[in-house]
């Protein structure tokens, strides 16, 4: 076996698209570019492998250890792609340049006729992907050093906008440039979790035809979310919206409170996925909020949320309850339930349990989601829970739930 052929770049690139493959269908013309652009070239200080191994590489970070940018895992690379559905000889906008790589996918799906113009808030990142994208024959994509929540006005309408980056809100400068039959794809974050959604441009307002589990470097200038530590040592948090006004006294050692477990009939195998119960919960509660567990938390068991470091969690007037596992009698399965604490956690906790039970229905459901610009209004027969942030409210509703009149997150 020739050894050396089986670890080029080539062959390494075709084994990466191959990997996602079997995971999603990617239409033709996506697959070929995955397999043209290459990938490694645009993260030169990481190894070969790790080029093209399912990984974020991080390129650029603050001084305190954070990530500023980096290159996305391929799989969420190519459903975002595949989302955006991109036609030859359209107008691209990308949000966060990150390398440049996927500003390169993007000039190599429009062809020659079309145009890509990506922006990074950094110079240092705009100027790595300008190196980058001008090393392997991209110059005439378009990098610019500026907010992305500005937009580029100037070279649009657009009729493609993605963004790279994790978005809390959907400025109205994206609703402005992208032309009125578009699409955008974007990391957008409410209640703690993350999603990559795909919107069309109604007449009035944005709507949801795909949802995809992900996690991206946060956009800047938008601080839309809050911690909230809730335990005297630091070894439990919160992490809520600005719409959730959040009582941090009251919280205070909570988890040192009278503890109610409630366990659901609800298993789930080792691999199979129940992120989507957050979604659930976020569509009709509240007060659904993240909780973050350090290790030391889980190992004492005075915090056991399912994923310590992000699990969803319910919280009222000084009670919280927050999803949890366990492994089930039935080996290689696991059971879902609810932990709560405070007078009111076991209530919090059997309505944990009741979304558990919803998801349980159909377990590969998404929500629709809609986004109305801020000023523009809600129309009274539009039924789902709605998320009220600075730029926008959002919408979300399941079908063939029990139709509810859109309202406002209770104050």
């Not at 492998?49 to 399912?54: Q, S, T």
């Not at 399912?306 to 927050?322: N, Q, T």
């Not at 339930?337 to 590969?364: E, Y």
Request: hydrophobic share 40%; aromatic share 6%.
């Amino acid at each position: 076996m020739d050894t050396t052929a089986a670890t080029s770049p080539g062959a390494l690139r075709d084994r990466m698209v191959d990997r996602i493959l079997t995971s999603q269908d990617l239409p033709p013309w996506v697959e070929t570019a995955l397999r043209s652009v290459e990938r490694h070239r645009y993260v030169p200080e990481a190894p070969l492998a790790d080029a093209y191994d399912e990984k974020a590489v991080i390129t650029h970070t603050f001084s305190d250890g954070t990530h500023l940018s980096c290159a996305s895992g391929p799989t969420i690379v190519a459903a975002m792609l595949t989302a955006l559905d991109i036609r030859p000889d359209q107008r691209v906008l990308e949000i966060g340049a990150g390398t440049g790589y996927n500003a390169a996918l993007l000039s190599t799906l429009v062809g020659t006729g079309g145009q890509v113009t990506t922006i990074d808030i950094n110079a240092d990142v705009t100027a790595a992907a300008r190196r980058n994208l001008d090393g392997t024959d991209f110059p005439h994509v378009r990098v610019l050093t500026r907010d992305g929540a500005d937009g580029a006005a100037e070279y649009g309408p657009f009729d493609r906008i993605v963004v790279t980056v994790g978005a809390w809100d959907i400025p109205q400068a994206w609703w402005e440039q992208l032309a009125p039959d578009g699409r955008l794809v974007l990391p957008l974050r409410w209640r703690g979790t993350t999603r990559a959604v795909a919107l069309t441009k109604q007449d009035d307002h944005w709507k949801s035809d795909w949802i995809f589990l992900c996690g991206f470097v946060p956009m800047l200038g938008q601080p839309g979310e809050r911690k909230s530590v809730i335990h005297p040592d630091g070894l439990a948090a919160l992490h809520h919206d600005l719409d959730q006004p959040m009582d941090t006294d009251a919280l205070r050692g909570v988890l040192d409170r009278e503890k109610s477990t409630i366990w659901s009939d609800v298993t789930v195998h080792g691999q199979e996925p129940f992120d989507r119960v957050w979604l659930h919960l976020s569509a009709a509660e509240d007060s659904t909020v993240r909780i973050e567990a350090d290790q030391r938390a889980v190992t004492d068991g005075l915090c056991t949320p399912a994923i310590a470091s992000r699990s969803p969690a319910l919280v009222k007037d000084g009670s919280l309850a927050y999803f949890t596992i366990r492994r089930a009698t039935t080996p290689g399965r696991w059971q879902l339930g609810a932990i709560g604490h405070g007078p009111l956690g076991r209530r919090l906790a059997s309505r944990i349990v009741d979304q558990i039970d919803a998801w349980d229905q159909d377990r590969t459901a998404d929500p629709e989601i809609l986004a109305f610009p801020a000023g523009t209004p809600i129309p009274n027969q539009t039924q789902g829970k709605v998320i009220t942030k600075p730029e926008n409210r959002l919408v979300l509703r399941w079908a063939g739930r029990a139709a509810t009149p859109a309202r406002r997150a209770a104050p």
